[in-house]
């Protein structure tokens, strides 16, 4: 009898043990991948510059709607016009999901302008989403005499010179515009590590005037009138924005230069892109679109960008994916001209 009861408390305790081995199991199997992890944000930008102030609002608000809220920071990579960070996420990073990338997406363009210097293909890429396309100008300072578009074609007897960081970036090929597309007379000056450098330079008087993101204009400039702006490279119309100044879209003479012209935009519009490598599995890629997309839809998101002057027109991966995919799709004399416009 008691070998019978020995028996029957041993199958007791293993039938609990193994139940509580398959709850243990279940409850790590229900844990969030994303739990306990840290996400880092690789911006290829320096500090202070419109990509980094992006990305830092990002990180405030992305945790909390990703199951598992992990801890995200940033780890600015700058170095070859943003190509380092590309490559780093592309080759070295993690691809488990827990490494982002946002980088200047004039690279997207000089990748079929340049593909012996960039050589990457962004078709690879998994694309959470766009926070907002970047609105950008071109703006000189007021004491410059520069006051409006006219000016800017007009001979002048002192030369202007615009700021210029490396190929690749978005201010560099748009100075590459003005000269090359439109004709406007100017000398770039090399050497700045980003559009926070040069909106230095300009309050110093090292160079006249850049073009950059109207987002990242500071207030006192346009408050004061430090700055004239004297076109609009993209067509969205922002709060504060003049509307008299031109559209470089309505500037261009035949529908063959406006092909182009949209072509060397593009990257504009596509704006404050994250991404992650392709390799990430599709269930974490789906996570982070699901959480980028609550994010940007968040009044309480919207209201804090509102409050830092930033800009927030969203695009969804999918559709981020769709349209670079239509970028690879341009016809090869397009992107020749485009080449002769920005160069190598």
């Known amino acids: 009898m008691r070998e019978r009861f020995a028996v029957l408390i041993g199958l007791m305790s293993f039938a609990t043990a193994t139940m509580s081995f398959e709850s243990g199991a279940k409850a790590a199997d229900a844990r ?32 909390p709607r990703i199951p598992g809220r992990p801890t995200i920071v940033v780890q600015n990579l700058p170095g070859a016009g943003s190509l380092k960070s590309v490559m780093y996420l592309n080759t070295t990073a993690p691809a488990d999901g827990t490494a982002i990338g946002t980088f200047s997406s004039a690279l997207i363009n000089e990748a ?39 000016d800017m074609l007009a001979p002048r007897p002192k030369e202007l010179f615009m700021g210029a960081t490396a190929p690749g970036t978005a201010g560099t090929a748009d100075v590459a515009m ?38 990242q204009m500071p ?15 993209s ?48 269930d974490r890629v789906a996570i982070l679109r699901t959480a980028f997309d609550a994010m940007v839809a968040d009044p309480t998101f919207r209201a804090e960008a509102e409050r830092m002057k930033l800009l927030v027109t969203p695009m969804k ?3 981020v994916a769709r349209r670079i995919t239509e970028l690879y799709a341009t016809p090869p004399d397009v992107i020749a001209r485009a080449k002769a416009i920005v160069g190598d």
């Open 32 to 63: 969030p991948f994303y739990a306990g992890k840290t996400v880092t944000i690789v911006v290829g930008l320096p500090t202070g510059g419109g990509g980094d102030t992006y990305a830092r609002l990002v990180q405030r608000f992305l945790a």
């Open 112 to 150: 079929l302008t340049a593909p012996a210097r960039v050589n990457v293909d962004f078709r690879s890429f998994s694309w959470i989403g766009n926070v907002s396309e970047d609105v950008r100008v071109c703006y000189v300072w007021g004491a410059s005499g520069v006051k409006n578009w006219q």
């Open 178 to 215: 003005l000269q090359n597309l439109f004709g406007v007379k100017l000398r770039q000056v090399q050497g700045y590590s980003g559009s926070a450098d040069k909106r230095l330079a300009v309050e110093r008087r090292e160079i006249d005037g850049d073009c950059g993101g109207w987002t």
């Open 219 to 233: 207030e006192d400039w346009m408050r004061d009138k430090k700055v004239n702006v004297v076109v609009r490279l």
């Open 235 to 282: 067509p969205t119309l922002v709060a504060g924005m003049d509307a008299k100044v031109p559209f470089g879209g309505d500037l261009v003479k035949t529908p063959r230069d406006r092909q182009l012209y949209d072509f060397l935009i593009a990257p504009e519009r596509l704006g404050r892109l994250f991404m992650v490598s392709g390799k990430v599995p599709a």
């Open 317 to 319: 991966g999918d559709e």
